[in-house]
């Protein structure tokens, strides 16, 4: 079946400029997890999103970033403002539930000039 | 803070030989573990989780193993094949209070499977 859809895969923007990063997960999965990776970090983690409950924003870096999903369906990250920092690869991630194993996409590449 | 540290940034090894990927973790909320596989350009992979309940769980050429009281885990892929090669992450979770649930990544271990 369909796995977890990002797009688009790569971005360049300016600097100052919005960006609208997209997801779709698998069907059915009710948990979703957006995650980012600098150049030679780690995943860091940025929001969760499980059902009908309030998200868990801990990990937004800043007000710059923002998420949205639509009851268990698609969900967007916002970035307002980009900054040269905020370049790295943005991952999206779906779980059936909250204790399963998450399943990404391929990532979003943002490369902000 | 890191909450999941993988010390070993790279590993190399011998085809046929067993690789130890080693993760740590300092929160003892953590009840929940799984390692991920990543090719460049790719997304994680989910490879092999453990809850901690178990102290071990196979699936394969790929076992982990649970210390809670030492707070480690460890993967081992035996026999290790060229194929193998890649970025392994180690992911720890738990419900925290007052918050959601959410899993924290290490940095990742590079390993390098040599034919």
């Known amino acids: 079946g369909a796995g977890v859809s990002q797009s688009p895969s790569n971005k360049v923007t300016e600097k100052g400029k919005d960006v609208e990063l997209r997801c779709d997960p698998i069907s059915g999965h009710t948990a979703l997890y957006w995650y980012r990776q600098r150049l030679g970090q780690g995943l860091e983690f940025l929001i969760y999103f499980q059902g009908n409950s309030a998200p868990d924003k801990s990990g937004l870096p800043s007000d710059r970033f923002s998420a949205e999903r639509t009851g268990e369906s698609v969900s967007t990250l916002t970035i307002q403002r980009t900054q040269q920092e905020d370049s790295a690869v943005y991952l999206c991630?779906?779980?059936?539930?909250?204790?399963?194993?998450?399943?990404f996409g391929n990532g979003t590449r943002l490369t902000v000039t | 803070d890191q909450q999941v540290k993988q010390n070993s940034p790279s590993l190399s090894v011998q085809e046929g030989r067993i690789s130890i990927l080693n993760c740590d973790y300092t929160n003892s909320m953590f009840d929940y573990f799984l390692w991920y596989k990543k090719y460049p350009a790719e997304g994680p992979t989910f490879l092999i989780s453990?809850?901690?309940?178990?102290d071990k769980n196979e699936d394969g050429r790929f076992t982990v193993f649970l210390n809670k009281s030492a707070k480690h885990l460890s993967l081992h892929i035996v026999p290790s094949q060229p194929g193998d090669s890649a970025v392994y992450f180690c992911a720890a979770s738990g419900i925290e209070k007052g918050q959601g649930f959410s899993f924290i990544f290490g940095k990742g271990t590079r390993l390098l499977v040599k034919p």
């Open positions: 991630a779906s779980s059936v539930h909250v204790v399963s194993p998450l399943h």
């Open positions: 453990i809850s901690s309940i178990k």
